[in-house]
């Protein structure tokens, strides 16, 4: 069991090391690549909205009930934000986007490789995974980039309604702290982890729907295991990320 996730985890990283070699060599075809990214945003757009604006929701209630008992509910908006903006928001987002990003991508390859129209690509001469992979790579890295991005804002939105709504507290008094929590660090954390975990999305459904066999249930097989692999390596990736800024952030403070 062990060499078998292993060995899933070397392949994946093989597969990534051709896509960047596949790269560097040839000239991208950027026409296909704005296709791609049209077509995952406007898949996802109204789900990532919609799922960041009820974390910023979910994570002001949560901490309005913290807060009050020290009464400082005036730092409710500064809080919630920097909950969300860290840590929160981009798992919980990329979550979402795995199992509607990836798991469309790995079915859509895996039918496209049972069905051969991989190796009548090959046959023609062409490399699939210049024609095939690489636009959908690039156009999901860039487009869950984005999605992730828009997400985090909704979520502030959504803090702001509901700190509204459920605190009772003034709009400006949740927006007045936020600048005062939520710094430069906070935010750029933030969007590093977008940008990892939409890596980590686009190189496992590749991988997986290019690797598809066994016909109609290898597919199957390939979506629930390409949605699994997914939420796992965002996990262990969220956890790598905040280490890392961790340990930035105390050499920084440190000099």
Known sequence: MIGAIFSEVGLTVLFLRDIVRTAVRNPIN?????????????????????????VGAILTVQFTLQVKQFGALGYLGGLATSGTIREVGPLLIAFM???????????????????????AIRCLG??????????????????????????????IFGGLLMGVLFSGIN?????????????????????????????????????????????AKGVGRAVVSTAVATMVCIVIADWFTSFIGDVVMFLFIGD
């Open 97 to 119: 986007l795995s199992g509607k990003v990836g798991a469309f991508t790995s079915a859509e390859l895996g039918t496209m490789r049972v069905t051969e129209q991989i190796d």
């Open 30 to 54: 950027g026409h296909l690549i704005a296709e791609q990214i049209v077509k995952v945003t406007q898949q996802s757009f109204a789900t990532t909205a919609l799922a960041g604006f009820f």
């Open 171 to 215: 709009p400006d008094e949740y927006l007045r702290h936020i600048p005062t929590i939520v710094s430069l660090v906070s935010i750029a954390s933030g969007l590093i982890k977008c940008f990892v975990f939409a890596l980590v999305l686009a190189t496992i459904c590749t991988y997986k729907g290019y690797a598809t066999t066994g016909g």
């Open 126 to 155: 062409a490399n699939p995974l210049l024609e095939i992979i690489l636009p959908r790579f690039i156009g999901i890295v860039i487009s869950s980039f984005f999605l992730l991005a828009i997400g985090l804002f909704m979520s």
